[in-house]
């Protein structure tokens, strides 16, 4: 398991693998920071046959199977406190300034319906600055 600590104007870039359902890479974060999270438009992943970007695209099959993310797009680029996939999570997509509310952990997937992983491919790099 790899957990980052961030400093104040820090830069980190990480890897978020499409396939990986319960991701161990972690950025360590305590309430009332701010991060900023940035995805390039032009990167990929793959769910099954269809290619998309990190805002992710509407799935019909994945969407009566139940995402992770609700009201989200299948395989939009997002993340959870504390391993809370199912009440903690939040949209990313391309880049979103997150003030954290909760201290613990962030980790970072792409949103699928759960158990539906095994056919993902490809991965992203989400660039991470903490603003303060």
Sequence with gaps: MAIHTMQKLAALSLTITASDEFPDTKIAVTAGEVYMFTCAESQGWTDWYRKSG??????????IAGLRVKGVKCFCLCGAYNDDYKNKSFPIGTEKKV?????????????????HYGNNKGSVIMNVTRLS
């Design 54 to 63: 990190p805002n992710g695209f509407f799935n019909f099959f994945a969407w």
């Design 99 to 115: 003030a954290i509310n909760e201290s613990g952990t962030l980790c970072f997937f792409a949103n699928d319906a759960p158990g």
